[in-house]
């Protein structure tokens, strides 16, 4: 079945540091790849997302490109802010899913002043 | 801008009660959804609905059951609340049908099983 792995958390770093968070998949199909990001105290809310092999989504600093030879969605920010602090999760889309998400288990991301 | 509400933040029920988590989404989308949010396993889907008095089943149902008489409404019941329902429950709602569409999220109601 479709699968989201995410890199274990939780990520602490300092302010203006560069962001790495892994995401690879397993899927039938040609997936849409998202990233959605939880706030603390507040619901999920989509970050970015790719739709196709080599598409590149971002927004707010944050990048991913989707790679389907290494089946990836890594995401990165090249200054990370205190205001950056939440949890991030992967997540994918496929024909044979279409209806539903399969999202990762999410990433705790701190960062300190 | 899509709201999306969840009735309560926080509840606290004891072992056997019958819980209603209700949600109302404000933008006339035909999709919804109910997650659970457990550390180190993600989101999970427990049931979904595309439409008025319509469901399916998620990923883990068991133990939950929901209700759709209003578009606008999706509530989710606890017939027999366990401690291992203690979670985060998130609710959330897609405009389209055809699958591609941003989830839109609620708050989230934490709810504790004692």
């Known amino acids: 079945g479709d699968s989201v792995t995410q890199m274990e958390g939780p990520v602490t770093l300092s302010e203006e540091a560069f962001l790495t968070i892994n995401c690879t998949y397993t899927?039938?199909?040609?997936?849409?790849l998202f990233w959605y990001v939880q706030y603390p105290g507040e619901g999920l809310q989509l970050l970015l997302k790719a739709t196709k092999a080599d598409d590149k989504g971002s927004n707010k600093g944050f990048e991913a490109t989707y790679r389907k030879e290494t089946t990836s969605f890594h995401l990165e920010k090249g200054s990370v802010q205190v205001s950056d602090s939440a949890v991030y999760f992967c997540?994918?889309?496929?024909?044979?899913?279409?209806?539903?998400?399969?999202f990762g288990s999410g990433t705790q991301l701190t960062v300190l002043p | 801008d899509v709201k999306v509400t969840q009735s309560s933040r926080y509840l606290v029920k004891r072992t056997g009660e019958k819980v209603f988590l209700e949600c109302v989404q404000d933008m006339d989308h035909e999709n919804m959804f109910w997650y659970r949010q457990d550390p180190g396993l993600g989101l999970r889907l427990i049931y979904f609905s595309y439409d008025v008095k319509m469901k399916e089943k998620g990923d883990i149902p068991e133990g939950y059951s929901v209700s759709r008489e209003k578009k606008e409404r999706f509530s989710l019941i606890l017939e027999s609340a366990s401690t291992n329902q203690t979670s985060m429950y998130l609710c959330?709602?897609?405009?389209?049908?055809?699958?591609?569409?941003?989830?839109?999220f609620g708050e989230g109601s934490r709810l504790t099983v004692l």
């Open positions: 997540a994918l889309l496929t024909f044979r899913s279409a209806r539903q998400l399969t």
């Open positions: 959330a709602s897609r405009r389209d049908r055809g699958g591609t569409g941003e989830l839109f």
């Open positions: 899927a039938t199909g040609y997936p849409s």
